[in-house]
């Protein structure tokens, strides 16, 4: 697991500076990545070690990483966003 310092290092790593990005991964890593697995903390370590471009397109639904594990980390955190959604 990820001490406390590398949680916090995490959400920050989680800014991307793109909104679409920042929307997505902010909000799973500051709820979400402490109470995951640590497998799956690493996956996302990984996943944010990725180019944005390359994020976007994967989030966005344009194509896939072709790595089972950040393909499965991207629909983690696509699922975190869809049901945290409020509806007015």
Same mark, same amino acid.
């Given at each position: 697991?990820?001490?406390?310092?590398?949680?916090?290092?995490?959400?920050?790593?989680?800014?991307?500076?793109?909104?679409?990005?920042?929307?997505?991964?902010?909000?799973?890593?500051?709820? !979400?990545?402490?109470?995951?697995?640590?497998?799956?903390?690493?996956?996302?370590?990984?996943?944010?070690?990725?180019?944005?471009?390359?994020?976007?397109?994967?989030?966005?639904?344009?194509?896939?990483?072709?790595?089972?594990?950040?393909?499965?980390?991207?629909?983690?955190?696509?699922?975190?966003?869809?049901?945290?959604? !409020?509806?007015?």
């Amino acid at each position: 697991m990820l001490n406390q310092t590398e949680l916090k290092r995490q959400i920050w790593h989680s800014r991307r500076g793109m909104l679409e990005l920042d929307v997505l991964l902010g909000p799973f890593a500051a709820n !979400v990545l402490p109470s995951i697995s640590s497998q799956e903390q690493q996956t996302y370590v990984r996943l944010l070690g990725q180019q944005d471009p390359d994020l976007f397109t994967w989030f966005m639904g344009h194509g896939a990483s072709g790595d089972a594990d950040l393909d499965a980390m991207v629909k983690l955190v696509k699922d975190y966003a869809k049901s945290s959604q !409020v509806s007015a």
